[in-house]
C-alpha cells in the first residue's frame, strides 16, 4: 500500500527564520515519484517540484531546497530565510505509475510566517 | 494560455439534486483525476482517467460517476448527492502516467 505522512499539522516561524517540512512516503515500488505542492490562501494548487525515485540528488530553488532520502524513506522541504508570502499549506505527494498512477497526498502541512 | 478550468467555482445545492461539475484542459493531456480536499484529510483521489474512454477509481468513488468521451474534459458526475459530500473539488490533468499533474481552481460544493 501507498502512504505519505506530513505529521507536522501546522507550523508558525517568525520571518526571515529557516522552515523544514517533512514528508514520509511508504511504498513497495522501485519507481515512484514525489511531488511538493503549495495551496496559498486563495485555494489554488501550485506545482513546485517532482522528483523520480531514480534521482536522489537535493535540489535548490532560489530559497526552496529539497533534501530525498530514500534510505529513510522521506522527501523534506525547506524553506530559508521565510516570508510572509510563504504562508500557505503545503502538501506532499506521490505517484507510483505501476499502480495506476494514483495520486496520494499527505494530509498538508499549514505554515504560518509570522511578520 | 495552458490552464485547467473548472465550472461551475461555487455550488449550494439540495440532497438528491443531480450535479455536475466540468472540467477542460487545454494542454492535450492523456491523464485527468478529480479529487476532493477535506480538513485533516488532505487531498484524495475520486476517480482518474488514463486517456478517451478509460477510466478507474480512485480511493473516494462512492457517490460519484465520470465520464471521458473527448480528451479535454472529464465532468465529475453527483447522481444524488449527499450533505457528506459537500468538500473542495480538483480536476488535474497531466500529459501521461509520469507526468506532473496540474490543478483546476478548484469548486467549493455545499450540499444542504
Known amino acids: 500500500a501507498q502512504k505519505v505522512t506530513q505529521a507536522q499539522t501546522e507550523i508558525s516561524v517568525v520571518e526571515k527564520e529557516d522552515v523544514t517540512l517533512d514528508c514520509v512516503y511508504e511504498?513497495?515500488?522501485?519507481?515512484?515519484?514525489l511531488f511538493w505542492y503549495k495551496q496559498p490562501p486563495s485555494g489554488e494548487l501550485v506545482f513546485l517540484i517532482r522528483?523520480?525515485?531514480?534521482?536522489?540528488q537535493n535540489e535548490i530553488s532560489g530559497r526552496y531546497s529539497w533534501n530525498f532520502q530514500k534510505s529513510t524513506s522521506s522527501f523534506n522541504f525547506t524553506i530559508t530565510a521565510s516570508q510572509v508570502v510563504d504562508s500557505a499549506v503545503y502538501f506532499c505527494?506521490?505517484?507510483?505509475?505501476?499502480?495506476?498512477?494514483?495520486?496520494?497526498f499527505g494530509t498538508g502541512t499549514s505554515l504560518t510566517v509570522i511578520p | 494560455e495552458a490552464q485547467v478550468t473548472q465550472n461551475p467555482r461555487y455550488l449550494i445545492t439540495v440532497t438528491g439534486k443531480k450535479l455536475t461539475v466540468t472540467c477542460s484542459q487545454n494542454m492535450n493531456h492523456e491523464y485527468m483525476s478529480w479529487y476532493r480536499q477535506d480538513p485533516g484529510l488532505g487531498l484524495r483521489q475520486i476517480y482518474y482517467s488514463m486517456n478517451v474512454e478509460v477510466t478507474d477509481k480512485g480511493d473516494v468513488p462512492e457517490g460519484y460517476k465520470v465520464s471521458r468521451k473527448e480528451k479535454r474534459n472529464f465532468p465529475l458526475i453527483l447522481e444524488s448527492p449527499s450533505p457528506n459530500q459537500t468538500s473542495l473539488y480538483f480536476c488535474?490533468?497531466?500529459?501521461?502516467?509520469?507526468?506532473?499533474?496540474?490543478f483546476g481552481p478548484g469548486t467549493r460544493l455545499l450540499v444542504l
Open positions: 522528483r523520480n525515485s531514480f534521482d536522489e
Open positions: 511504498t513497495r515500488d522501485t519507481t515512484y515519484y
Open positions: 505527494a506521490l505517484s507510483v505509475p505501476n499502480t495506476g498512477n494514483q495520486f496520494y
Open positions: 488535474a490533468s497531466s500529459m501521461g502516467r509520469y507526468g506532473t499533474q496540474y
